[in-house]
C-alpha cells in the first residue's frame, strides 16, 4: 500500500466565517436536523458561495503573516511537549448512513442543489481558504466527505453537491451547473484556486469542467474516476436492471460494497470462506445486525430505477470526460483503490496519469470504491503529504504549510519507530555556558535558527533529529530539501517518489533563496545540509566526509535575520550499513546509467537557478550492506549569534570567514562523537536489549560520560 504517511528512511535527500446566501433555509426535518446549511435549489444561486480574499503586498499579505505567526507559536517550544493524543474525533460510515438516512428522506425531489456542512463551517478557517466543491458518486448524496468533515473544515471553504434521488437532470446538464458555480466563483475571486473533489461520476464531472474551463485555476482531486466504466462489470447490470421490477432489490452482499472496503470483505469472508478467524460469534452478530438496520437506508439511496439511472449517467459521463481528456490542463490528483469491485481503478490511474500534463497518483492498495469512507483515509493528509494545498494561483511552501496533527505525527512516528528500536539515539546540546547536556536543552527556543550539519547516508539521521525537537522541545524544523522530492516526474520515468510524503508533511520546501528568507522572516527552525545530495549519497568510503559548496550565501542571509547558527554532527550510519554499490560502480551497467542520466536531466532542468558541482549532481540509489546495528549520536554545538553583524557579514571575506567557522565546528562535532562512542558499552544492540529488558523498554539506555 502506498501510504500517505511513510517512512522519513527512503532517500531522504536535504540540500544548500462562511457566509450562506440570501434567502436560503435549514436543509433538514423540523424533527431530525441535518448538520448542514442549504444553498437555494436554482441554478443562479450558486455564485453566492463566499469568496474573501486579501490582497498581497511584495509577495506577503497581512492575512499570510498572521497565519505564519500562530503556525510559528504552534510550533515553538513550550511550557509542555507535543502531544500525541489524536482529538479528531472523525465520524465513521454509521454517521454517513445515519445523515443520508434524514437528508434522503427529507428530500423528495427538485433540482441538484449546493449545501455547506455546519460540521464544516463550524471551524475557524482564513479568510482566504480555497473553495472545495464535493461532487459525489453514483449514491448522490454528497454526504461522503462526512468522515473528513473537521479537517476540511479548517483548510477549505467546503461545499458539497447533493442529487436527489428522484431527481432526473443529465450528465450534461450537471456539467452546466458545477461550470456555472466555479466561472461564478472565479469572477468573485480569481487569485483563488477552486478544488474539484469527485469520486467516481462526480470525478468525471470534474474532469469535464476542467475541459471545458482550461482559463480557470481548478485543482482536481479523483477518486476511482468512472472514465473506466467500459472496462468495469458496472455496464453488465444495464441491461439487467431495464428488466428487473420494481420490487427488484439488490444483494445484502452488493449493497454492503457500496459502503465501504471494510464492509465489503467481511461480507466476503461470510459467504464465501466462513467466519473470519479474528470475529467472533458475538462481533459478527453486532455487526450483522447494526449493518441491516441500514438495509433501508441504502435502498434509499439506490432503488433499482435509480441505479439503473446513474449507471447510464456513467456511462455517458464517462463518454464525455473521455473525449476531453486532450483539453485538461488543471493540476491533478488521482486517489485509486487497490481493493475496488465495482472498477479496475489503479488501471485507469495508470492510464489517466499518461494522458493528464500535470497527474499525480496515490495508490491504496487495501481499500474498497468508497475510498472516503474508510477509517484508513485521510483525504487531508493525502493533500498535505502531495503539496497540493494553496491558496493562491502559485503555491507558496511556506506560508500554505499546515503544521502535523497529532495523529499524522503519531502516524509518522510508529512507521519509523524501528530506528528508535535499532539506533537508540543520543542527542547531546550546548549550554550558553558551553557545558555540553545530554537532551536538547541547548536549543534556542525563539527564533530564527539555522541548523548546519552533515547529511548522514540516505537521510537515515533525519526521523530521530525532527521527531526528538517537537516531542522535546515541541519546535517544528523546516527543512530546506532537494527539489526533487517536489517534482512531478515526467511520464514513463519513474514512479512517484510517495516515500517523500512524510518530509512534506512534517515541512520540508524546496531549496530557494526565497524560500530560507520567508522561513527566517517567520522566525522559523530552519535544517540546512550545505553538502547536500553529494553527501546523502556519498561513495565507498566516504562516510563523515563534507561536501559543502564554495558560497557561503546562507551565513549572509542568517546575518539579514540575525539568526542563530547551531553547527551539528551526527555519527552511526558507519554502525548500520556500507555502501557496497555506489556510483562509480552503477554508470558501468548501461541500464542503470541511463536510468541516472536522465533523472539527473530533469532535476538539472528543475534547479535552473543553481550552479556548481553540488547542485548538478547524479541521482541515485547507492546498495547498502546492513550491519548488526549500532547507534546514532548526535551533537549540537554552542549556538553562534548573527544578531548585530548584518553590516559585517555583507563583507564576502568576512562572511567566508564564518562560513568556514560554522563548517570546521561541524567536523569537530563529527570528531568529538567518533571519539566518544568508543567508551559507550551500550554501542552495540545486544547490550541495550539486554539493559532495556532489565530496566523496561521505555526506559533511556545510558552512553559515554560527558
Same mark, same amino acid.
Given at each position: $500500500?502506498?501510504?500517505?504517511?511513510?517512512?522519513?528512511?527512503?532517500?531522504?535527500?536535504?540540500?544548500?466565517?462562511?457566509?450562506?446566501?440570501?434567502?436560503?433555509?435549514? *436543509?433538514?426535518?423540523?424533527?431530525?436536523?441535518?448538520?448542514?446549511?442549504?444553498?437555494?435549489?436554482?441554478?443562479?444561486?450558486?455564485?453566492?458561495?463566499? %469568496?474573501?480574499?486579501?490582497?498581497?503586498?511584495?509577495?506577503?499579505?497581512?492575512?499570510?503573516?498572521?497565519?505564519?505567526?500562530?503556525?510559528?507559536?504552534?510550533? %515553538?517550544?513550550?511550557?509542555?511537549?507535543?502531544?500525541?493524543?489524536?482529538?479528531?474525533?472523525?465520524?465513521?460510515?454509521?454517521?454517513?448512513?445515519?445523515?443520508?438516512?434524514?437528508?434522503?428522506?427529507?428530500?423528495?425531489?427538485?433540482?441538484?442543489?449546493?449545501?455547506?456542512?455546519?460540521?464544516?463551517?463550524?471551524?475557524?478557517?482564513?479568510?482566504?481558504?480555497?473553495?472545495?466543491?464535493?461532487?459525489?458518486?453514483?449514491?448522490?448524496?454528497?454526504?461522503?466527505?462526512?468522515?473528513?468533515?473537521?479537517?476540511?473544515?479548517?483548510?477549505?471553504?467546503?461545499?458539497?453537491?447533493?442529487?436527489?434521488?428522484?431527481?432526473?437532470?443529465?450528465?450534461?446538464?450537471?456539467?452546466?451547473?458545477?461550470?456555472? !458555480?466555479?466561472?461564478?466563483?472565479?469572477?468573485?475571486?480569481?487569485?483563488?484556486?477552486?478544488?474539484?473533489?469527485?469520486?467516481?461520476?462526480?470525478?468525471?464531472?470534474? +474532469?469535464?469542467?476542467?475541459?471545458?474551463?482550461?482559463?480557470?485555476?481548478? &485543482?482536481?482531486?479523483?477518486?476511482?474516476?468512472?472514465?473506466?466504466?467500459?472496462?468495469?462489470?458496472?455496464? =453488465? =447490470?444495464?441491461?439487467?436492471?431495464?428488466?428487473?421490477?420494481?420490487?427488484?432489490?439488490?444483494?445484502?452482499?452488493?449493497?454492503?460494497?457500496?459502503?465501504?472496503?471494510?464492509?465489503?470483505?467481511?461480507?466476503?469472508?461470510?459467504?464465501?470462506?466462513?467466519?473470519?478467524?479474528?470475529?467472533?460469534?458475538?462481533?459478527?452478530?453486532?455487526?450483522?445486525?447494526? $449493518?441491516?438496520?441500514?438495509?433501508?437506508?441504502?435502498?434509499?439511496? =439506490?432503488?433499482?430505477? !435509480?441505479?439503473?439511472?446513474?449507471?447510464?449517467?456513467?456511462?455517458?459521463?464517462?463518454?464525455?470526460?473521455?473525449?476531453?481528456?486532450?483539453?485538461?490542463?488543471?493540476?491533478?490528483?488521482?486517489?485509486?483503490?487497490?481493493?475496488?469491485?465495482?472498477?479496475?481503478?489503479?488501471?485507469?490511474?495508470?492510464?489517466?496519469?499518461?494522458?493528464?500534463?500535470?497527474?499525480?497518483?496515490?495508490?491504496?492498495?487495501?481499500?474498497?470504491?468508497?475510498?472516503?469512507?474508510?477509517?484508513?483515509?485521510?483525504?487531508? !493528509?493525502?493533500?498535505?503529504?502531495?503539496?497540493?494545498?494553496?491558496?493562491?494561483?502559485?503555491?507558496?511552501?511556506?506560508?500554505?504549510?499546515?503544521?502535523?496533527?497529532?495523529?499524522?505525527?503519531?502516524?509518522?512516528?510508529?512507521?519509523?519507530?524501528?530506528?528508535?528500536?535499532?539506533?537508540?539515539?543520543?542527542? =547531546?546540546?550546548?549550554?550558553?555556558?558551553?557545558?555540553?547536556?545530554?537532551?536538547?536543552?541547548?536549543?534556542?527556543?525563539?527564533? /530564527?535558527?539555522? *541548523?548546519?550539519?552533515?547529511? $548522514?547516508?540516505?537521510?537515515?539521521?533525519?526521523?530521530?533529529?525532527?521527531?526528538?525537537?517537537?516531542?522535546?522541545?515541541?519546535?517544528?524544523?523546516?527543512?530546506?530539501?532537494?527539489?526533487?522530492?517536489? $517534482?512531478?516526474?515526467?511520464?514513463?520515468?519513474?514512479?512517484?517518489?510517495?516515500?517523500?510524503?512524510?518530509?512534506?508533511?512534517?515541512?520540508?520546501?524546496?531549496?530557494?533563496?526565497?524560500?530560507?528568507?520567508?522561513?527566517?522572516?517567520?522566525?522559523?527552525?530552519?535544517?540546512?545540509?550545505?553538502?547536500?545530495?553529494?553527501? %546523502? +549519497?556519498?561513495?565507498?568510503?566516504?562516510?563523515?566526509?563534507?561536501?559543502?559548496?564554495?558560497?557561503?550565501?546562507?551565513?549572509?542571509? %542568517?546575518?539579514?535575520?540575525?539568526?542563530?547558527?547551531?553547527?551539528?554532527? &551526527?555519527?552511526?550510519?558507519?554502525?548500520?550499513?556500507?555502501?557496497?554499490?555506489?556510483?562509480?560502480?552503477?554508470?558501468?551497467? /548501461?541500464?542503470?546509467?541511463?536510468?541516472?542520466?536522465?533523472?539527473?536531466?530533469?532535476?538539472?532542468?528543475?534547479?535552473?537557478?543553481?550552479?556548481?558541482?553540488?547542485?548538478?549532481?547524479?541521482?541515485?540509489?547507492?546498495?547498502?550492506?546492513?550491519?548488526?546495528?549500532?547507534?546514532?549520536?548526535?551533537?549540537?554545538?554552542?549556538?553562534?549569534?548573527?544578531?548585530?553583524?548584518?553590516?559585517?557579514?555583507?563583507?564576502?571575506?568576512?562572511?567566508?570567514?564564518?562560513?568556514?567557522?560554522?563548517?570546521?565546528?561541524?567536523?569537530?562535532?563529527?570528531?568529538?562523537?567518533?571519539?566518544?562512542?568508543?567508551?559507550?558499552?551500550?554501542?552495540?544492540?545486544?547490550?541495550?536489549?539486554?539493559?532495556?529488558? !532489565?530496566?523496561?523498554?521505555?526506559?533511556?539506555?545510558?552512553?559515554?560520560?560527558?
Amino acid at each position: $500500500m502506498a501510504s500517505t504517511v511513510t517512512p522519513l528512511f527512503p532517500a531522504a535527500i536535504f540540500c544548500c466565517s462562511t457566509n450562506s446566501p440570501s434567502g436560503t433555509s435549514t *436543509f433538514s426535518s423540523s424533527s431530525n436536523p441535518i448538520p448542514t446549511r442549504r444553498l437555494k435549489a436554482e441554478h443562479t444561486d450558486a455564485g453566492h458561495l463566499r %469568496a474573501n480574499t486579501t490582497k498581497r503586498t511584495d509577495g506577503f499579505s497581512a492575512e499570510n503573516m498572521r497565519r505564519f505567526e500562530k503556525i510559528r507559536d504552534n510550533g %515553538a517550544p513550550a511550557t509542555r511537549p507535543f502531544s500525541l493524543e489524536d482529538p479528531e474525533n472523525r465520524r465513521s460510515v454509521k454517521d454517513y448512513l445515519e445523515q443520508t438516512k434524514d437528508l434522503v428522506r427529507s428530500v423528495d425531489g427538485g433540482p441538484p442543489r449546493w449545501f455547506s456542512p455546519l460540521d464544516c463551517a463550524a471551524f475557524s478557517r482564513l479568510n482566504d481558504s480555497p473553495l472545495l466543491l464535493f461532487l459525489p458518486g453514483i449514491d448522490g448524496v454528497g454526504l461522503g466527505l462526512i468522515m473528513h468533515y473537521k479537517k476540511l473544515g479548517e483548510i477549505f471553504d467546503v461545499w458539497c453537491l447533493h442529487i436527489p434521488v428522484k431527481d432526473r437532470t443529465p450528465f450534461s446538464e450537471l456539467v452546466k451547473l458545477v461550470e456555472k !458555480t466555479v466561472r461564478s466563483e472565479h469572477h468573485r475571486s480569481p487569485n483563488r484556486p477552486i478544488y474539484l473533489v469527485g469520486e467516481t461520476i462526480g470525478a468525471c464531472l470534474a +474532469l469535464s469542467v476542467a475541459a471545458l474551463n482550461p482559463d480557470i485555476d481548478l &485543482v482536481l482531486i479523483l477518486a476511482n474516476p468512472g472514465t473506466s466504466f467500459r472496462q468495469s462489470q458496472l455496464q =453488465l =447490470l444495464i441491461p439487467l436492471l431495464e428488466v428487473a421490477p420494481e420490487s427488484f432489490q439488490l444483494s445484502l452482499p452488493y449493497m454492503l460494497s457500496l459502503v465501504s472496503g471494510d464492509s465489503l470483505r467481511m461480507v466476503e469472508a461470510i459467504f464465501q470462506q466462513g467466519l473470519p478467524l479474528p470475529m467472533t460469534i458475538g462481533e459478527l452478530s453486532s455487526d450483522l445486525v447494526a $449493518m441491516s438496520s441500514y438495509l433501508p437506508v441504502l435502498a434509499d439511496i =439506490l432503488p433499482t430505477k !435509480t441505479l439503473l439511472w446513474k449507471l447510464q449517467m456513467l456511462k455517458s459521463a464517462s463518454a464525455f470526460s473521455n473525449s476531453r481528456l486532450h483539453a485538461v490542463k488543471a493540476e491533478t490528483l488521482i486517489i485509486s483503490s487497490g481493493r475496488d469491485v465495482l472498477l479496475p481503478s489503479q488501471k485507469e490511474a495508470t492510464r489517466l496519469h499518461q494522458l493528464l500534463p500535470n497527474c499525480m497518483i496515490r495508490n491504496f492498495e487495501d481499500t474498497g470504491h468508497f475510498i472516503f469512507l474508510e477509517d484508513d483515509v485521510d483525504l487531508v !493528509t493525502i493533500i498535505k503529504s502531495t503539496s497540493f494545498y494553496r491558496r493562491s494561483r502559485h503555491p507558496d511552501y511556506v506560508f500554505d504549510y499546515i503544521p502535523p496533527t497529532p495523529s499524522e505525527f503519531k502516524k509518522i512516528m510508529e512507521s519509523n519507530q524501528w530506528i528508535y528500536v535499532a539506533t537508540s539515539p543520543v542527542m =547531546l546540546s550546548t549550554l550558553d555556558t558551553g557545558k555540553i547536556v545530554r537532551g536538547l536543552a541547548g536549543i534556542p527556543s525563539e527564533g /530564527p535558527v539555522l *541548523f548546519v550539519g552533515y547529511h $548522514m547516508l540516505l537521510g537515515i539521521d533525519l526521523a530521530p533529529l525532527v521527531a526528538q525537537l517537537l516531542i522535546e522541545r515541541n519546535i517544528l524544523l523546516r527543512g530546506i530539501a532537494h527539489p526533487m522530492m517536489f $517534482m512531478n516526474l515526467q511520464k514513463g520515468t519513474l514512479r512517484e517518489f510517495s516515500s517523500f510524503d512524510t518530509y512534506r508533511i512534517m515541512g520540508a520546501v524546496p531549496v530557494s533563496g526565497k524560500n530560507i528568507y520567508k522561513l527566517f522572516s517567520s522566525k522559523s527552525h530552519v535544517l540546512l545540509y550545505p553538502g547536500g545530495m553529494r553527501e %546523502a +549519497l556519498h561513495r565507498k568510503g566516504e562516510e563523515y566526509k563534507l561536501f559543502w559548496p564554495e558560497q557561503s550565501e546562507f551565513v549572509r542571509m %542568517a546575518a539579514r535575520f540575525g539568526a542563530k547558527i547551531i553547527p551539528f554532527g &551526527v555519527v552511526g550510519e558507519d554502525d548500520i550499513g556500507e555502501v557496497f554499490f555506489d556510483y562509480e560502480d552503477q554508470i558501468k551497467i /548501461p541500464y542503470l546509467r541511463d536510468q541516472i542520466e536522465e533523472l539527473t536531466n530533469q532535476v538539472v532542468k528543475l534547479r535552473n537557478d543553481t550552479n556548481g558541482e553540488v547542485a548538478n549532481q547524479p541521482v541515485h540509489l547507492p546498495g547498502i550492506l546492513p550491519k548488526l546495528p549500532g547507534r546514532f549520536y548526535y551533537y549540537f554545538g554552542k549556538p553562534i549569534e548573527t544578531e548585530g553583524r548584518k553590516h559585517e557579514l555583507r563583507d564576502r571575506e568576512k562572511s567566508h570567514e564564518l562560513y568556514l567557522q560554522v563548517k570546521s565546528e561541524v567536523e569537530r562535532c563529527i570528531a568529538y562523537l567518533k571519539e566518544k562512542r568508543e567508551k559507550d558499552r551500550y554501542r552495540n544492540i545486544l547490550p541495550r536489549l539486554v539493559y532495556q529488558a !532489565t530496566n523496561g523498554f521505555t526506559s533511556e539506555v545510558p552512553t559515554f560520560e560527558i
